[in-house]
């Protein structure tokens, strides 16, 4: 047992947590978290983060340090430590968190956020026990992490898993470059944009959504929004939601077929809205999927919740001292 130190890193906020690993194959007991804004460069950035880290190791020295695992956005390359100018970190080119972090003279590893997140779920969520993952973000954007073979597949210099930038359908919701794109249904984004440009023609035939009452509505439109609106029977939130689902489940079954895993694990509004997007979901796989494939595979809500991503910079920490 020791001490794992998480960075999670993102656009508008960071966390620092500290957890002590367990014993047996259970989840790190977390014992702190320090959530702060991100600051406004990534110089000072680290330097926030070495002097807090430095902080809390001094006032805690029964704690022995075995690992910082980072987790943030891509592109970057978990090899060399490199962040390589992820969209929601502006000026963070080529940034070496390897160099930055020597100070603390710890071991240190980085991964993009949805590997990281798949490790957590792979280890201590709904992937547990499983060879062949795969993790679905479904968040803000849509991105994947994979586990094959029992260990984590990142590709030739972490570049796999960009599952968002599939195109699903010659034309609809833009997301992650192309029209039609996996992401452009299946995130948060693609859901407000579908929703906003429901609500527009809806508004234009007199006929308004209850998540769109009239104009002065159409840039607070959001996915959680849009969900509220369908648990009160709204038909036309209920048909993106539906929609939604279906590309869901045309996307999984690609995964479905192309990698045959024992279970594919979906995080963020998956959970949030799993009754909505399951059924045509389900229906989708059913038309597109093989069906052999099909049967050997469950399709399954993140089993760590909120916390995923607390315990996703926990698990890149513990997964480089087991394959350093």
């Known amino acids: 047992m020791g001490l794992l130190i998480g960075i999670d890193i993102g656009g508008t906020k960071c966390a620092l947590i500290y957890a002590r690993s367990a014993a047996q194959d259970g989840p790190p007991e977390i014992l702190f978290r320090d959530a702060f ?5 990534w110089q000072e950035s680290f330097d926030v983060f070495r002097k807090r880290i ?4 001094k006032a805690h020295p029964e704690e022995t340090p075995l690992a910082v695992g980072i987790s943030c956005g891509g592109p970057l390359d978990g090899k060399t430590g490199m962040i390589l100018s992820p969209p929601n970190l502006p000026g963070w080119d080529r940034v070496d968190c390897f160099e930055q972090l020597r100070p603390l003279g710890l071991p240190v590893a980085i991964q993009n956020d949805a590997d990281a997140c798949a490790l957590a779920e792979w280890r201590w969520g709904a992937g547990r026990g499983t060879d062949h993952m795969v993790f679905l973000t ?6 994947a992490g994979f586990i094959l073979n029992g260990r984590l597949y990142t590709g030739t210099r972490n570049l796999a898993g960009e599952v968002g930038h599939i195109r699903l359908a010659e034309d609809g919701p833009y997301g992650y470059g192309k029209n039609g794109s996996f992401e452009g249904f299946c995130s948060g984004g693609g859901i407000a944009r579908m929703g906003k440009t429901a609500a527009i023609h809806a508004l234009r035939t007199g006929n308004p959504p209850l998540f769109c009452p009239d104009e002065t509505a159409l840039d607070s439109i959001s996915a959680q929004s849009i969900g509220e609106a369908a648990r009160q029977g709204d038909a036309l939130a209920l048909e993106i939601y ?3 689902g279906h590309y869901l489940g045309k996307g999984v079954s690609v995964l ?3 990698l045959n895993p024992e279970r594919i694990v979906i995080g963020s509004i998956f959970g949030r809205q799993e009754d909505l997007l399951r059924p045509p979901m389900e229906q989708a796989m059913q038309e597109e999927c093989l069906s052999l494939s099909l049967s050997y595979c469950a399709v399954t809500a993140a089993g760590l919740g909120e916390q995923v991503g607390d315990f ?3 698990s890149v920490a513990g997964n480089h001292l087991s394959y350093p």
């Open 37 to 41: 804004p991100t600051p406004k460069t």
């Open 138 to 143: 479904f968040g803000t954007g849509m991105g």
């Open 256 to 258: 479905i077929d192309l």
């Open 242 to 244: 539906r929609r939604c």
């Open 312 to 314: 996703a910079s926990l």
């Open 54 to 57: 430095s902080m809390w190791l």
